[in-house]
């Protein structure tokens, strides 16, 4: 986002160019991180960075910013955003220009609507995923974490190369209300070089209906080979709102006969190999990860990993056979 000026009357909303005019010649344009393209060539002289932890392609976007930010004596540039520990957070935390503010939630209760008070913070507070949201602390992996960050940060990858399968893995969550688990979709697909690559996180907490529709649009989107559906406790209940979206899905009832820790292990042990690739990045997935241990228990952390699950699924599918080993591959 650029600004010359945020003196003057609300500023003239230009939709086809992502822009804001003031009378006095000052424009402000947005950006997404989803292209970081998008700020190869403009410059600017100040930058507002939302929610930097989240954004799906950090790195690249970032560096693509500073290269743009050159107008006037002193350029600046103000991030705000959820303290996830990811490399460029963590490396712009370490800079010595950069000057840190930091807001807890319980700071900002006056403006909070009770229900949240009741539903959100006596819920997580005291668990590490409230210590992050609530307390804007910057925690690293937890001790014993099937995954590192630094690990996922090492094997992430720009782009995808040719894939040979993709696949959308669903792990469905019991209920859809406030408090229930999301639902997790993921996107994986197994590359001609015998790799997997993730590729997308379209987990959300929804209806059935809703994730049922969200799943296929994923489907759709890649140009996935099939769906896979962990049936546990949804059963058949889950083919019949796939198909009742689109009833030509290829789709394959998976069942689980461990926990998700056990589930999760052989996938995690590719990871370790370097076989797994992030493409772009996937904040939300990449935290129940780094706080997944070998001897987790479902709720203990504040949530469910139902995203881990989803992508432990996919996978599996991809890269696993039934008994964890890794799949054959004819050259």
């Known amino acids: 986002m650029r600004s010359r000026s945020a003196s003057g009357p609300c500023g003239r909303r230009q939709p086809s160019k992502r822009r804001l005019v003031w009378p006095n010649g000052a424009r402000a344009t947005l950006y997404n991180a989803i292209e970081p393209d998008?700020?190869?060539?403009?410059?600017?002289?100040?930058?507002?960075?939302?929610?930097?932890a989240k954004w799906r392609h950090a790195e690249a976007t970032w560096d693509q910013l500073q290269?743009?930010?050159?107008?006037?004596?002193?350029?600046?540039q103000c991030v705000t955003t959820t303290p996830r520990p990811i490399k460029t957070l963590k490396s712009l935390i370490e800079d010595p220009d950069t000057v840190i503010?930091?807001?807890?939630?319980?700071?900002?209760?006056a403006n909070l609507a009770p229900a949240f008070i009741k539903r959100i913070i006596k819920r997580y507070e005291g668990t590490r995923l409230g210590r992050q949201e609530l307390n804007a602390e910057l925690l690293d992996d937890v001790p014993g974490a099937l995954w590192t960050r630094a690990r996922i940060d090492a094997l992430r990858v720009a782009k995808a190369p040719e894939l040979v399968r993709v696949v959308v893995a669903v792990d469905?969550?019991?209920?859809?209300?406030?408090?229930?688990?999301?639902?997790?979709?993921?996107?994986?697909?197994?590359?001609?070089?015998?790799?997997?690559?993730?590729?997308?996180?379209?987990?959300?907490?929804?209806?059935?209906?809703?994730?049922?529709?969200?799943?296929?649009?994923?489907?759709?989107?890649?140009?996935?080979?099939?769906?896979?559906?962990e049936v546990n406790h949804g059963g058949e209940m889950i083919e019949h709102?796939?198909?009742?979206?689109?009833?030509?899905?290829?789709?394959?009832?998976?069942?689980?006969?461990?926990?998700?820790?056990?589930?999760?292990?052989?996938?995690?042990?590719?990871?370790?190999?370097g076989k797994v690739h992030h493409v772009g990045a996937f904040p939300e997935l990449e935290d129940q990860m780094c706080a997944m241990t070998a001897d987790f228990e479902r709720g203990a952390a504040g949530f469910s990993p139902d995203r881990v699950d989803a992508r432990v699924w996919a996978l599996t599918e991809l890269m696993l056979g039934r008994a964890g080993e890794p799949r054959l591959r004819a050259l």
């Open 38 to 52: 998008q700020l190869r060539g403009p410059q600017h002289d100040l930058a507002w960075a939302d929610e930097l």
């Open 67 to 76: 290269f743009g930010l050159r107008l006037g004596a002193r350029p600046r």
């Open 101 to 109: 503010t930091r807001g807890t939630s319980y700071e900002n209760m």
């Open 172 to 229: 469905p969550a019991a209920g859809s209300g406030e408090t229930s688990a999301e639902t997790g979709i993921v996107v994986a697909g197994l590359g001609a070089d015998g790799h997997g690559y993730v590729l997308d996180d379209a987990s959300l907490r929804a209806t059935p209906d809703a994730w049922g529709r969200a799943a296929v649009s994923a489907y759709r989107r890649w140009q996935a080979d099939r769906i896979i559906g």
């Open 241 to 273: 709102v796939i198909r009742t979206v689109d009833a030509n899905v290829s789709y394959k009832a998976v069942r689980a006969s461990r926990g998700k820790a056990r589930r999760a292990e052989p996938v995690a042990a590719l990871d370790e190999q």
